[in-house]
């Protein structure tokens, strides 16, 4: 038994109305469009993601950012280390590297930024893959271990904004944040 | 059962049953029906289990409430995932692959033993998988990425639902074969089997890239392999993750054309420019899924921007088509059926209280405006850094899997009941109002979880109140309003779940019974309905207005969102 005879056999050799043709045309320049976007961004956006990436053992990752924190390790007005809840307030270099340490269950140190002023911020992982979003400036960018991405910032706004990690990273994971603080 | 005996079918099927169906005039074997009726069912029970977790999951993040402390909550979570995006979809795609090829096709079912073989494999893989997650030690989240590992018990029960899975699309497959060596259609296969089999095709890359993933992680979980590359782990299993959900959207968009079909008598505008859109899933939906990538380390611009756009936006082009030509093709058919009064009258007095039609058409222009659009400003290499794992991702997928996949499956599951287990729909009723409570709730969900992830809100957290943290910071209250008014959506999308799991059981348990003579649907079938499913050929675009309408308000929000989200993104610190 067959199913009902085609009423026409040759339908791929119907022509195409004109609505739905018009309709591919729009759809076809209109995904061009925004593919070229992309692109121009590049040239006309101040928001590109770096891909300067390094392989690094995440041993050799932490000792580089604890060496880090030593040396640029902010002071108070008595010469004494800038501390905030145990972890220590760094104040980098402008123009200069920063490392950003994520781990079960912290984001380390507390970096302390001049606005308008660009910083190489180095991020990676000591263990499990973590989610770097700063907000309230909603930025949000992949940590892996053994990755370390570079990414030029430079912060427009001032005052103290957090970190919070968006990859589930284990039972902990809500408790883990860290803290950038931005002065003028 | 009525045996219709046809001296022209070969001796391989002669021991087939076949029964007429009353109402579609499709011809149904009874291996088919069976097979369809199990992995209908199956599906059904897990979306009931899924959907309760992702209730309690709802309940949780609604600041407000916080249901379930952080433990439980992350494992529901994991739960949640696995029971709804991988077991009700894909049981559900089984039973939607064999209706499409046996039903449609009028044949038999090729090596039933093997296609039940499928089944047990996929059940038992599902049912592991559960209690891999329940026990505790497998709190990966669906997107199990190293080096957080769970047990060795959690990969391997994926592997063996896969196997399952693709054994059954391999069913699927040998069943087209069998229907043409046995001559039982004519001519090129009908568009809603040509759906399918996009469906089925891009199931095996993806089931494949699944097994290329999945081995080496169990290899890892039992300790033979020592060290798994985390970005490249990312990379194929995404290969996987996102071309998992075009066979969603291929299936979906099938049973779009088959409810418009069976229930206003829709025939596609132009088979060659509907085909052509199922086409371009296969070609080019497999990079798609580097959007996924986009705010990882060490992939460059050049790869992120050709992986995404250039093919995804010829795939997005294949969904845009889609939205032409099915609302288009319902367009004709009313017209058709004498409803031509101004531009809407074919919309205002289309079958609203039949569910099938109901569920179809909230799908269609769900998918549309929430899921696809939200896709492609996520899938922007620049944008994506604006909500990349904020809640918004779930919001996107939720308008995608939920608002789309879900309520279509939900739509078409009111024509399985009748035309398979031959029951009619208990409670008309309630049944009505079904497509509507969910798809609003699904709506809800989708929104407030794209516009709570727009402030920030991480996704698969279980405090955003940060109490605990070490560095408290304050989310503003808008993001807290959000999250109850998610909350408030699932309460009402769970609600249209069990209305529909209550209805689907009731009837396919004490459903008044339609394999009698003179037995009536409560929600009919269109007279034509069995020609225009299974006859092809071109209805041809008449002149309409409405579906012109409804595009141009589709592209004018599509275009306005998407230079919003630059607008935003313009507006934050510097970076390159
Ligand atoms: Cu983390």
């Known amino acids: 038994m067959a199913i009902n005879p085609p009423s026409n056999r040759l339908w791929w050799k119907e022509p195409i109305h004109g609505i739905e043709l018009g309709w591919i045309v729009i759809a076809f320049l209109w995904g061009l469009f925004m593919f070229f976007f992309m692109i121009a961004w590049h040239f006309i956006g101040n928001q590109n993601l770096s891909s300067e990436t390094y392989r690094i053992r995440p041993e050799a990752y932490q000792e580089k950012v604890e060496a880090f924190a030593e040396e640029f390790q902010a002071t108070d007005a008595a010469g004494e280390p800038l501390e905030e809840d145990g972890v220590p307030v760094v104040r980098p270099p402008v123009g200069g590297d920063a490392y950003i340490l994520a781990r079960l269950w912290e984001f380390w140190p507390i970096l302390e930024l001049k606005k308008g002023e660009s910083y190489r911020i180095h991020i990676s992982s000591a263990d499990w893959q973590h989610g770097f979003s700063m907000q309230p400036t909603n930025i949000n960018i992949s940590v892996h271990p053994g990755y370390e991405h570079v990414i030029t910032l430079t912060p427009t706004g001032s005052g103290d904004f957090g970190i919070v990690c968006n990859e589930f990273c284990g039972i902990g994971h809500h408790t883990m944040t860290g803290r950038i603080r931005v002065v003028e | 059962m009525t045996t219709v005996d046809h001296g022209a079918v070969p001796a391989a099927g002669a021991d087939a049953q076949?029964?007429?169906?009353?109402?579609?005039?499709?011809?149904?074997?009874?291996?088919?029906?069976?097979?369809?009726?199990?992995?209908?069912?199956?599906?059904?029970?897990?979306?009931?289990?899924?959907?309760?977790?992702?209730?309690?999951?709802?309940?949780?993040?609604?600041?407000?409430?916080?249901?379930?402390?952080?433990?439980?909550?992350?494992?529901?979570?994991?739960?949640?995932?696995?029971?709804v995006l991988l077991f009700w979809i894909i049981f559900f795609e089984i039973a939607v692959l064999y209706f499409a090829s046996a039903v449609i096709l009028g044949c038999r079912l090729a090596a039933p033993r093997i296609a039940w073989l499928g089944f047990v494999l996929m059940v038992v893989g599902a049912v592991m998988a559960n209690y891999a997650v329940l026990r505790g030690d497998s709190t990966v989240?669906?997107?199990?990425?190293?080096?957080?590992?769970?047990?060795?018990?959690?990969?391997?029960?994926?592997?063996?639902?896969?196997?399952?899975?693709?054994?059954?699309?391999?069913?699927?497959?040998?069943?087209?074969?069998?229907?043409?060596?046995?001559?039982?259609?004519?001519?090129?296969?009908?568009?809603?089997?040509?759906?399918?089999?996009?469906?089925?095709?891009?199931?095996?890359?993806?089931?494949?890239?699944?097994?290329?993933?999945?081995?080496?992680?169990?290899?890892?979980?039992?300790?033979?392999?020592?060290?798994?590359?985390?970005?490249?782990?990312?990379?194929?299993?995404?290969?996987?993750?996102?071309?998992?959900?075009?066979?969603?959207?291929?299936?979906?968009?099938?049973?779009?054309?088959?409810?418009?079909?069976?229930?206003?008598?829709?025939?596609?505008?132009?088979?060659?420019?509907?085909?052509?859109?199922?086409?371009?899933?296969?070609?080019?939906?497999?990079?798609?899924?580097?959007?996924?990538?986009?705010?990882?380390?060490?992939?460059?611009?050049?790869?992120?921007?050709?992986?995404?756009?250039?093919?995804?936006?010829?795939?997005?082009?294949?969904?845009?088509?889609?939205?032409?030509?099915v609302p288009g093709a319902i367009e004709a058919a009313q017209r058709r059926n004498g409803f031509t009064r101004g531009a809407f009258e074919w919309l205002r007095k289309a079958p609203w209280g039949n569910p099938a039609f109901a569920g179809m058409f909230l799908s269609l222009v769900m998918f549309g405006f929430i899921g696809g659009i939200s896709g492609v400003v996520l899938g922007t290499e620049q944008l994506n850094v604006l909500m990349h794992n904020t809640i918004y991702v779930p919001g996107h997928f939720h308008g995608t899997v939920v608002a789309g996949t879900t309520l279509a499956f939900m739509a078409m599951t009111y024509l399985v009941v009748p035309l398979i287990f031959q029951r009619d729909i208990l409670w008309p009723g309630l049944a009505k109002w079904q497509p509507f409570v969910f798809g609003i709730g699904a709506g809800g969900i989708s929104l407030f979880m794209m516009g709570a992830g727009t402030l920030g809100v991480p996704r698969r957290h279980w405090d955003i109140s940060l109490a605990d943290a070490a560095h408290p910071f304050e989310f503003p209250a808008a993001a807290y309003l959000m999250m109850g008014l998610n909350g408030i959506s699932a309460l009402l999308a769970a609600l249209g779940g069990v209305m529909f799991i209550v209805i689907v059981v009731g009837s396919i348990l004490a459903g008044p019974r339609l394999d009698r003579a003179g037995a009536k649907l409560t929600f009919p079938l269109h007279d034509k309905s069995r020609e225009a499913v299974s006859e092809y050929g071109s209805h041809g675009t008449l002149k309409l207005p409405g579906t012109l309408i409804l595009v141009g308000i589709f592209f004018a929000s599509f275009v306005l969102y998407y230079f919003v989200n630059w607008k935003y993104l313009s507006e934050l610190w510097l970076f390159r």
């Not at chain 2, 109402?23 to 097979?35: D, P, Q, V």
């Not at chain 2, 977790?53 to 249901?67: E, F, I, N």
């Not at chain 2, 439980?72 to 696995?82: K, P, S």
Request: net charge positive; hydrophobic share 55%.
């Open chain 2, 18 to 83: 076949y029964r007429i169906c009353r109402f579609s005039g499709l011809r149904i074997e009874s291996n088919a029906e069976r097979l369809i009726k199990v992995n209908a069912v199956a599906a059904v029970l897990f979306l009931a289990l899924g959907g309760l977790m992702g209730l309690m999951v709802a309940l949780t993040r609604w600041p407000a409430v916080q249901l379930l402390p952080a433990e439980w909550f992350y494992l529901v979570l994991t739960g949640h995932g696995a029971n």
């Open chain 2, 141 to 325: 989240m669906f997107t199990s990425y190293p080096p957080m590992q769970a047990s060795q018990w959690f990969y391997l029960s994926l592997i063996i639902f896969a196997v399952g899975a693709l054994v059954s699309v391999m069913i699927f497959f040998a069943t087209l074969v069998v229907a043409k060596a046995e001559n039982t259609y004519d001519g090129s296969v009908p568009l809603v089997t040509f759906g399918a089999i996009t469906a089925g095709i891009i199931a095996v890359f993806t089931l494949a890239s699944g097994a290329i993933i999945l081995i080496p992680t169990w290899l890892w979980s039992l300790g033979l392999i020592s060290n798994i590359d985390t970005l490249m782990y990312k990379v194929v299993w995404w290969g996987m993750g996102h071309s998992s959900q075009q066979i969603n959207v291929s299936a979906h968009v099938s049973i779009w054309y088959a409810i418009g079909a069976m229930v206003v008598g829709a025939k596609p505008l132009s088979e060659k420019v509907s085909r052509m859109a199922f086409f371009m899933y296969i070609l080019f939906l497999q990079l798609a899924s580097a959007h996924h990538i986009l705010a990882e380390p060490g992939m460059s611009s050049t790869w992120k921007i050709v992986n995404t756009s250039y093919m995804m936006y010829l795939a997005v082009m294949g969904s845009m088509i889609h939205g032409l030509t």
